[in-house]
Each structure stands twice: as C-alpha cells, then as structure tokens.
C-alpha cells in the first residue's frame, strides 16, 4: 500500500489553486501567476514552498531543464475529494447530508443554488 500524500496547508492549497489550471510550471510562472492575487508574494516564498511540498510529495520535479517544473503529484478533483471526505468524517460525523446542508446555509449565490437544483433534477432521471 502506498503512503497516504499529506494533506495540503492553506497555503500549499492556494498554491496549487495556481499550479492546477498551468498544469507544469517553473516556481517563476507561478511566481507570476499568483502576483495578481497576491501582489504581496515574493518569488523566493513561492520556491521555497514548491521545494517542501515537493518534499512533502504534493509536487512532482522534473529536474532534466535548467529551470525545475514542478506539477501536482494528485489531479485537483482526487485531492478535493479526498479532503472532502475528510472533513465529512471529522466534522460532520460521516453525515454528506449534514455536510451539504451546512455548505447550502452558509450562503450560496443564485445562480449556484439554480446550478445545484439543475444537477438534482439530472441526477433523478
């Protein structure tokens, strides 16, 4: 059995909010990519944060260029399930129900609550 890949830090997960959608990048591209965000992140925090989640096994490196390209070693919907049904078994005792219900009176636009009835009513046919 292989071991479990550590669960992500706030800032590892807005990391790789970044680094999901660019699919590989070197720390400068991601560097880049999140100033607009953050304008506030320097690249030499970017690095050094790649180089521990490399270590801690959320990022693959590919050393064969000058410049090292990092990817997510887990596809953003196995890691966001995965920390899904974590937190349903630690804060909603294993409950989806409970879980959901929480999540629709926390707040949801519009639009999302047309999105999720559309997704209900498909789900039933």
């Known amino acids: 059995m292989t071991a479990a890949i550590p669960k992500p830090t706030a800032a590892e997960l807005d ?3 970044t680094l999901w959608p660019l699919g590989a ?4 591209q991601v560097h880049e990519a999140m100033q607009s ?3 506030d992140v320097t690249y030499a925090t970017v690095l050094r944060l790649m180089q521990i989640m490399h ?3 959320l990022l693959i490196r590919d050393e064969s260029q000058r410049s090292h390209v990092y990817a997510p070693a887990q596809a953003q919907d196995s890691l966001q399930a995965n920390l899904l049904k974590d937190l349903m078994q630690k804060a909603f005792a294993g409950s989806a129900k409970a879980l959901v219900l929480a999540a629709l009176r926390s707040g949801i636009s519009k639009k999302e609550r047309e ?3 559309k997704l209900l009513k498909e789900d039933e046919q």
């Open 25 to 28: 990048a070197t720390a400068r």
């Open 115 to 117: 999105e999720i009835e």
């Open 37 to 39: 965000g953050r304008p």
């Open 15 to 17: 990391l790789l909010q």
């Open 55 to 57: 270590g801690k096994g």
